[in-house]
């Protein structure tokens, strides 16, 4: 694992500076403390830092071919660079390393862009052709790792996190008012656009081609519900996702430095450690974190139970709410865009804890977005149904809908209930949205008097419609699972996953994410997925024996962390004076008496904590980002 950036001038008589890339290099070295290179070619320059983990004597990127007229620098791991080495030796290609960087190059050689196709893993390139004279950045399909790009009329910049981009001077920091509504209606930045104006994620499963002067972006993969396991037995259906789990952890595993395991005390993780204990070489590591709060649900003795069970070399780690908010101006910095996602933060300090035992990490990230694992699934595949069973008896449908939401718990349920005959999509958006939110409408009394005409909520919703747009014919299920897929998985949670992880130099893989995994998952039909109210039903099924049954049993309970507490108590009076603070009110954002309000409502009855984080979270990203320069590194 490592990080990456390098700049393009379209002039071919420009020179990228040394300084400049070494300035890059600098704001990512958390992401690769082991070394660092830098390729410079007139027009072109390359750098890397390198986190080693496969061939640790002879990895050290920039890596070319033979005769150097094809460079690469690489973040990510290949998992099946060993089939495709053997595969180009038979072509005649030379390798001088066993690293599966060297690999990529000589597919590139081959196959061109295309390369990726054959690719199975998380990865974010840059490939210098220096007989083209042209560049190829690309992205593993489901956004595992970041790659953000910035282009101008003379150049393209590019790097693993946004704080490289801004290390050269050319580029401007300028915020775009119309994302910040995008968060505060999501709780994240759904889509290719940032925080910042003109600086881009480049979208999961796609490559950008820069040659001449020109920029084509292409998208190589997509998720695609193609149902030709529709008509499969459940037994059979069984055998394969037994085959394809225990293949994608085994492919997981390999790695020249300790492997460790992050336990949540769910199904995902607990599922994952079973997979690794049987083929092991050694004793493995797990970790799990708990909070000093007695009155959240504690995780830990689930883990301490899936631990024990297969042996694992358990630790753990407690963090308060002092814990929290020192962090939280690093959480900003190394998040780089505003993220409502506190379990971000237990994140953190867990993969700090794993630093001193290990290099690698795996979690059970994606297998409720694949197989159907979230409570919201089920609840609204039940309104659907509902929907049509009793299209004719409008008032009736809504009344047996609020009886499934108090039986369930189901806010989405309860929240609609009364929209028989609204879309799937336009209620899902308001899901997405958090439709409970103070932002949910341009109306909002939080937002200032001088920026409320400016919202434009169809534009905040774009990536979503989008989206929808893309797989209208589809099940109701297959939309959701797509759109999570697409926005919501790789946007924020493999955001955090990537940026908590890396902020301590540790690689973390997510073997449920393998591309063979989501694809067979796609071709599952929803009664697979989900039965009657149980929900990932073919993934417990598969997993029933080899993970503890008080684990599978379990409600789900994501994974709790007592911020909603800490902002009421603890950290009242921090959190107040950043958002009253005249250095926040004076932005123009927000109506000052409204937050007043807002914390208050806060205090008294609970409500709006999501809103405060996320007010928060911005203005910490205002400071670090657009006041400050950003620093080269953080303590």
Known sequence: MCGICGKLMFDRNARVSAQILQRMLASIRHRGPDDEGIYQDCQVGLGHRRLSIIDLSSGHQPLSNED??????????????????????????????????????????EFGPQCVDRLRGMFAFAIWDQRQRALLLARDRIGIKPLYYHVSHDFVVFGSEIKAILADPEVEREISPAIIDRFLTFNYVPGEETTLKNIYKLAPGSFLFVKDGRVERQQYWDLQFTKSAANEY??????????????????????????????????DSTAMLSLASKNAPGRISSFTVGFSDPDIPDERPYARLAAERFGSDHHE??????????????????????????????????????????????????????????????????????????????????????????????????????????????????????????????ESHLWSEDLRPTIDKEYSLEPVRRLFAKVVDCTVLDQMLYVDTKTWLPDDLLLKADKMTMANSVELRVPLLDHKI???????????????????????????????????????????????????????????????????????????????????????????????????????????????????AVD
């Open 234 to 267: 459940l037994k059979n259906a069984q055998r394969k996702l037994t085959d394809l789990l225990e293949e994608a952890v085994d492919l997981h595993m390999i790695s020249d430095v300790p492997v460790g395991f992050l336990l949540s005390g769910g199904v």
């Open 518 to 632: 989501l694809e067979f998952a796609a071709s599952l039909p929803a009664r697979h997925k989900i039965r009657g109210f149980k929900t990932k039903y073919i993934a417990k099924r598969v997993l029933r024996n080899a993970i503890p049954a008080q684990i599978l049993r379990r409600k789900k309970a994501g994974f709790p962390i007592p911020y909603e507490s800490w902002l009421r108590n603890e950290l009242r009076g921090w959190v107040r004076e950043i958002l009253l603070d005249s250095r926040t009110t004076n932005r123009g954002y927000f109506n000052k008496a409204a937050i007043d309000g807002l914390l208050s409502k806060n205090l008294e009855f609970g409500h709006g904590s999501r809103e405060i984080f996320s007010l928060v979270a911005l203005e910490l990203w205002n400071r670090e980002f657009l006041e400050e320069n950003v620093p080269a």
């Open 317 to 442: 780690i407690t963090i308060s709410a002092r814990d929290f908010s020192e962090f939280l101006p690093k959480y900003v910095w190394h998040m780089e865009e505003p993220v409502c996602e506190p379990p971000a933060i237990a994140l953190y300090y867990v993969s700090r804890l794993a630093r001193s035992h290990v290099k690698v990490l795996i979690s059970g990230e994606g297998g409720d977005e694949a197989f159907a694992g979230y409570s919201n699934y089920r609840n609204i595949l039940w309104f659907e149904r509902f929907k049509r069973a009793f299209k004719p008896f409008d008032g009736f449908a809504a009344a047996i809908l609020g009886g499934i939401s108090c039986l369930t718990h189901s806010r989405e349920v309860a929240r609609y209930r009364s929209l028989v005959d609204v879309p799937l999509a336009s209620y899902y958006y308001s899901r997405s949205a958090n439709s409970t939110s103070y932002f949910n409408t341009a």
């Open 68 to 109: 150097g007229s094809v460079w690469i620098v690489f973040n990510g791991e290949i998992y099946n660079y060993q089939e495709l080495r053997d595969f180009l030796i038979t072509k005649g290609h030379l390798f001088n390393t066993k690293t599966d960087t060297e690999v990529i190059v000589h597919l590139y050689e």
